[in-house]
C-alpha cells in the first residue's frame, strides 16, 4: 500500500504582514501556535523531509516547511518546534539572508545546530518561470554552493520560489544535487521523491479548522486549495509570470490600505 504523508508550507509569523506583497500567508503566532500544540497533541506522526527522501514515514505523516527566510523562522517557529520535539525545513534565499526580516546567518546556523533542515528557495526569490539557463543555473546551484559556504553542511532540499519553474527547474536541481525539490501544487505525497513534492500552503483564513482539514486530507479543502492553485497558473499564463506578479502587488497593496 503506498504511503501517503502531506507536506504542509507556513510563511511570515506575525500579526500583519512585514510588506503587502505576502498577502494572506502570514500567520499570526497565536494561531500558529495553536496548530502546533494541536499536532504534537494528535496522533499523525510528523516526519522530516530525510524521512520523507528515504522513505522512513508513517502513513498520514505530516511535514512543516517554512520558506522565504523569515525572521520569524528562528524567532517564533524554532523555539516552540524544539519545546514540542517536531521537526522542520526552513528554506531560504542567501542573497537576502539577514536583511529586514530575514533570519540572519548567525541565526540560520543555530536552526541548523539544533537539526532543523535548512533548504534553498532559490538565490533570491527570483520567480523561476522562462528564465534563460545560465540564469536558472545560478538560481538553483548557486544558491546551494552559498548555503553550503555560510552554514558549512549539505544543502539537499530546494523550494521552487513561487512554486515556478516546473520540470525544468527540477532537473537542474537534480542535477545540482539536490534530493527533493518541493512546489506549491496543494497534494498529498506519496512517495515519489524524485516528482516535484506537492505542498499545501496554510493561509491564515484558514484558522485552525482548515489546518486539521489540510492534516486529514479532507477532500472538499484539498479541492478548493488545487482551485486556487489553478487560478493562480490561469493568471501567470494570461498575464506573464512578471505580469501577474505586478497585478498581485498592487490588488495586495490596496487591500493592505483598505485595512
Known sequence: MTRRAVVLAYHRL???????????????PSLFEAQMRALAGGR??????????????EDGA??????????????????????????AAFFVNPARAGGEGRASWD???????????????????????????????????????????????PVD????????????????????????VLGSRPGTFRGDADAVVPRIAL???????GFRSAVERRPLFVLRQQAHYAATLAGRRLLGTPGYARLRARRLARKAKRT
Open 203 to 209: 493561509r491564515v483564513g484558514h484558522g485552525l479548522a
Open 44 to 57: 499523525r506522526a510528523v516526519a522530516s523531509l530525510a524521512d520523507l527522501a528515504a522513505g522512513r514515514y
Open 14 to 28: 506575525r500579526d500583519r504582514p512585514l510588506e503587502p506583497d505576502e498577502g494572506d500567508y502570514v500567520l499570526p
Open 157 to 180: 532540499a530546494f523550494a521552487l520560489p513561487g512554486g515556478t519553474g516546473g520540470e525544468r527547474a527540477r532537473a537542474v536541481a537534480r542535477t545540482a544535487g539536490y534530493r527533493l
Open 107 to 153: 541565526e540560520l546556523r543555530r536552526l541548523a545546530a539544533q537539526g532543523f533542515t535548512i533548504g534553498s528557495h532559490g538565490l533570491d526569490h527570483t520567480l523561476l518561470d522562462a528564465l534563460p539557463p545560465g540564469e536558472l543555473e545560478r538560481q538553483v546551484a548557486g544558491s546551494k554552493r552559498e548555503l553550503e559556504e555560510r552554514l558549512g553542511r
Open 62 to 87: 505530516v511535514a512543516l516547511t517554512f520558506d522565504d527566510g523569515c525572521d520569524s523562522d528562528a524567532r517564533v517557529a524554532a523555539p516552540l518546534l524544539v519545546a514540542l520535539g517536531l521537526p
